[in-house]
């Protein structure tokens, strides 16, 4: 299954467009089953999305659940927390009544019994996702698939829905979904910008293993159409 590319001229205008598609979803969603789930990614390129998007007022944001695609293992209010960032920027205005369910559960590790607590409270989400919005780093990793993952196999094919994972491009310790949970979506997105992000997309679609950059996990599946949004 070939992804659908969608380039547009200012990150202004990604953002204005992502939010319409997003909008459309949840609010299928809701009509459909009375609640829907956003799954969003973190790091610095959805800031100006997740604005554009909390400012929707056609979203009936109380039946709406927003979580994490992957999370570093920092509480909320660390300068590099994922969760930190939804909340600043899109957990505001009319999203603010939305419901966030966080995946760091406590403490300085992702122990067995932390990963456990996280993955009680991703269990009860309703599924399929509604939307689930992906990013990608300049290694070639999305979610927290990063290239030498010590449970890269694991997260790649596993049921989860979230496990622990360490790498030497990672930082922290990370929590990350499973790529069979983000692939069960209604809407699969991957947004990103620049032209560096391009050309590591480029590279990405080339022929090579999966665990040397494993976005390729998610551009060669059939089971989920994935639509990219870029812009320079």
Avoid at 44 to 53: D, G, Y
Wanted: charged share 20%; hydrophobic share 45%; proline share 7%.
């Amino acid at each position: 299954m070939t992804p659908t590319r969608r380039s547009f001229g200012t990150k202004e205008d990604l953002a204005l467009a992502l939010a319409g598609a997003v909008a459309e979803h949840l609010n299928d969603g809701i009509a459909a089953r009375g609640k829907a789930v956003l799954a969003v990614s973190g790091g610095s390129t959805p800031a100006r999305f997740f604005a554009v998007l909390s400012r929707r007022k056609d979203i009936d944001w109380d039946n709406v659940i927003v979580t994490l695609v992957d999370e570093r293992w920092v509480p909320e209010t660390a300068d590099r927390s994922n969760a930190g960032l939804v909340n600043e920027k899109l957990l505001q205005g009319p999203a603010a009544s939305a419901h966030f369910v966080p995946l760091y559960s406590g403490g300085d590790e992702p122990t067995a019994p932390a990963i456990a607590r996280t993955n009680i409270a991703l269990n009860a989400l309703p599924r399929p996702f509604d939307v689930v919005i992906l990013g990608m780093g300049n290694d070639g990793h999305t979610a927290s698939f990063f290239p030498g993952g010590d449970t890269l196999t694991e997260a790649l094919t596993g049921e989860g829905p979230a496990l622990a994972i360490r790498a030497p491009g990672a930082g922290e310790p990370r929590v990350t979904f499973v790529l069979d949970r983000l692939l069960d979506a209604k809407g699969l997105y991957l947004h990103i910008e620049g032209e560096e992000k391009l050309k590591t997309l480029e590279l990405a679609a080339a022929e090579g293993p999966v665990e040397d950059m494993p976005i390729r996990a998610v551009l060669r599946q059939s089971r989920t159409p994935l639509t990219i949004f870029w812009s320079p």
